[in-house]
């Protein structure tokens, strides 16, 4: 059975920095590309980056390259998302989703083949 399971999330303040992340069990880990996604209150979810097994790395949100850094340890079939300099317009649940063909360019969420449950990213001003 494959699953991706987030943690980490929590509440901070801004300019706060916090570490997502995703334990893959089930995965040819290097075979797949996983990415971070996330969802604000009342906004459709958002493509972040993602990451496959060469450690080829995919950006879907310029704005946010700046900030967030994606990082995986294929020994322990772990992705993370690294978050910097939080704004409360960074407040959202953060989804870790699996590609089983590589990382899709489009940043679509359409294109990601299995979801993780969310992580919930909480930024006070």
């Known amino acids: 059975e494959v699953q991706l399971v987030e943690s980490g999330g929590a509440f901070v303040q801004a300019g706060r920095s916090l570490r997502l992340s995703c334990v893959a069990s089930?995965?040819?880990?290097?075979?797949?590309?996983f990415g971070w996604f996330r969802q604000a209150p009342g906004k459709e979810i958002e493509g972040i980056s993602c990451?496959?097994?060469?450690?080829?790395?995919?950006y879907y949100a310029d704005s946010l390259k700046g900030r967030f850094t994606i990082s995986s340890d294929a020994a322990k079939k772990t992705v993370y998302l690294q978050l910097n300099s939080l704004k409360p317009e960074d407040t959202a649940v953060y989804y870790c989703?699996?590609?089983?063909?590589?990382?899709?360019?489009?940043?679509?969420?359409?294109?990601?083949?299995?979801w993780g449950r969310g992580t919930l990213v909480t930024v006070s001003a």
């Open positions: 989703a699996a590609a089983l063909n590589r990382c899709p360019a489009s940043g679509s969420n359409y294109d990601m083949d299995y």
């Open positions: 089930g995965f040819a880990f290097d075979d797949c590309g």
């Open positions: 990451i496959s097994g060469s450690n080829s790395i995919t």
